[in-house]
């Protein structure tokens, strides 16, 4: 059995982190299905900038759609939509094999709405309504304004992926979010069950504390706040409100490990994903990180619902003068700026394409 399908075994859905046309094409993503148990994938502008603008895949549509676009931003998310519908489409036996848990695809508001609560809930609307495939969640940022509209959205039914988590307590803040929205549907009489999966950056505290921290706590601090997250999440499905949610019909909204990716060259390539191997939780692996655990992971002792030995670690970066709530703050609103440099590049190839075509 492949390392891959002994994690999902373990309880555990392995999503891609990446799609472009070509592998939808060449029947890439369908064989990552067959024969990795991978089953759902997350997108983000980055991943669709170096699609669109890397070859060719994405310029018969560009040709076609440019006339009637009124915008770039336009523009992108008709490419974007196209490629996740057929996403969806791939993931669609899982999704029913599931009864909804799981086989989603994710597509992002635009990163500059990230401080306007009431444009995002009216962008995810009008993005869900247009993909037209119930698996297929919009990705809402855990900011402050964004809290708000995952209520809001969760309330009107929408699938939602809350990304740019850092923390234990931005994971609770976006879980407060999820479940307001679901208590609101309860009181109104509607269906609670809407999915939702909850995404916390791992990989980027070992990078923003590389230079800082004694070499022994080296590429230890991702796994250690990933630890203390889960704890979080363990002891909020077994509480009092969740129960009753629970009983109401409602599903837990899952944890999902995001920017597993190794970006030490000195540590393991498959660190983030042995190390967060649990239960009833979601790793998006980028491409290159699920054929290495593909290769070479394996599947060790799962992490335990108290978080493993997190608190302890972390009180190792305490003592080393590592502010690790301060650093939470910082990751987010500097992701939130990555997130709309990462926009802006995408959407300059786009008219780079668009010109060069025209032309």
């Known amino acids: 059995m492949k390392p891959t399908a002994r994690l999902h075994e373990s309880g555990q859905s392995l999503w891609l982190d990446n799609i472009t046309r070509t592998m939808l094409d060449d029947g890439t993503l369908a064989g990552y299905i067959d024969r990795l148990s991978v089953t759902g994938l997350t997108s983000n502008p980055t991943i669709f900038d170096k699609a669109i603008a890397g070859g060719d895949a994405y310029d018969e549509q560009i ?52 401080d306007d609560t009431e444009a995002t ?86 990078v923003a504390i590389a230079d800082d921290a004694p070499m022994e706590l080296r590429n230890r601090l991702g796994v250690a706040i990933g630890g203390r997250a889960y704890r979080a999440y363990r002891e909020l499905l077994d509480s009092d409100r969740w129960q009753r949610l629970l009983n109401e019909g409602a599903r837990a909204q899952r944890l999902l490990w995001a920017s597993t990716g190794t970006k030490d060259p000195g540590a393991s390539d498959v660190l983030y994903v042995e190390s967060l191997a649990s239960p009833f939780t979601v790793n998006t692996m980028p491409e290159n990180t699920l054929l290495a655990f593909a290769d070479h992971g394996e599947v060790g002792e799962l992490l335990g619902a108290g978080g493993g030995d997190a608190e302890q670690e972390l009180g190792l970066f305490g003592q080393a003068g590592i502010d690790v709530e301060a650093l939470a703050a910082r990751l987010q609103e500097e992701g939130k700026r990555a997130f709309v440099d990462s926009w802006a590049d995408m959407l300059a190839s786009i008219e780079t394409k668009r010109g060069a075509l025209a032309a």
């Open 63 to 114: 040709v076609g759609e440019a006339p009637a676009a009124g915008s770039g931003e336009d523009l992108f998310f008709e490419l974007a939509i196209a490629d996740l519908r057929r996403a969806a489409d791939l993931f669609a036996a899982v999704h029913e094999r599931t009864d909804g848990v799981d086989g989603f695809v994710s597509l992002e508001v635009s990163p500059l709405l990230a």
């Open 121 to 206: 809930i009216a962008q995810a609307a009008q993005l869900h309504r247009k993909a037209e495939r119930d698996n297929l969640f919009i990705k809402i940022p855990g900011t402050e304004a964004g809290l708000g509209a995952i209520e809001e959205s969760i309330f009107a039914g929408i699938p939602v992926n809350v990304t740019l988590l850092f923390s234990g307590e931005h994971y609770l803040g976006a879980a407060g979010a999820y479940m307001r929205g679901v208590e609101r549907r309860i009181e109104a009489g509607l269906d609670p069950n809407v999915a939702s999966v909850a995404s916390l950056f791992v990989s980027r505290w070992d």
